[in-house]
């Protein structure tokens, strides 16, 4: 079965640190991939997404995140981070009919991001 | 505004209840979706529905039910079968591959 993998469940930054949250998926065959953001008390929002073309996707609020196929991992990225950022970070796949799931998105568990002010 | 509701926010229910948890979407997507929250958990398919009058169950659909009656709703009730029904129930709808959900309902049951 398809899987996503999120390394971490907490990481506690101080403002202006550097932020890098893992993420790697099983599935081998073409994927949609995403990462989604919950702000504490907000819905849950698309931060960015990868369907085709450069790996490297630049998402809202200064967030990238690379696609490396060989290694399975779609992880996000941002240079300095800040308070604002706290929240809990979701990685998702799509990988289209494989299983029968009909494009449903898999999710990881989560990473819960603290930024110390 | 097009989005999705969810109400209500905050929902208490007795054990041994059946309750019903809303869902609206004025996007006009086919396809709508309904999770569960736990912590440390992530999120978990409970059922979906690509049409109307037609629905699936996704990964955790043992202990609920759900409708497509309309493209613009989708309800779902927790049942008194399932055993640990207190959680957080996102709904969301679907255009193209990408998903938007909604505000969720957390639900305790006592």
């Known amino acids: 079965a398809q899987s996503v993998s999120q390394h971490n469940h907490h990481v506690i930054l101080s403002e202006a640190a550097s932020l890098e949250l893992g993420c790697n998926y099983s599935y081998g065959g073409t994927v949609n991939l995403f990462w989604y953001v919950q702000y504490p008390g907000q819905h849950l929002q698309l931060l960015l997404k990868?369907?085709?073309?450069?790996?490297l996707v630049k998402g809202i609020k200064g967030f990238e995140a690379e696609f490396i196929k060989s290694k399975f991992s779609f992880n996000l990225r941002k240079p300095s981070v800040q308070w604002s950022d706290t929240a809990e970070y979701f990685c998702a796949v799509n990988a289209g009919n494989y299983g029968g799931s009909q494009g449903n998105l898999i999710f990881g568990k989560g990473t819960k991001l603290s930024v110390k002010p | 505004d097009g989005g999705i509701t969810q109400s209500p926010k905050y929902l208490f229910r007795k054990e041994g209840q059946n309750v019903t948890l809303s869902c609206e979407q004025n996007l006009n997507h086919d396809a709508m979706y309904w999770y569960r929250q736990d912590p440390g958990q992530g999120l978990r398919l409970i059922y979906y529905s690509q049409i109307v009058n037609d629905f699936q169950k996704g990964d955790i659909a043992e202990g609920y039910s759900v409708s497509r009656e309309k493209k613009e709703s989708f309800p779902l009730t927790v049942t008194s079968a399932q055993k640990n029904p207190t959680a957080f129930y996102l709904c969301a709808s679907k255009e193209g591959s990408e998903q938007y959900f909604g505000p969720g309902t957390r639900l305790t049951v006592t």
């Open positions: 990868y369907f085709s073309g450069d790996p």
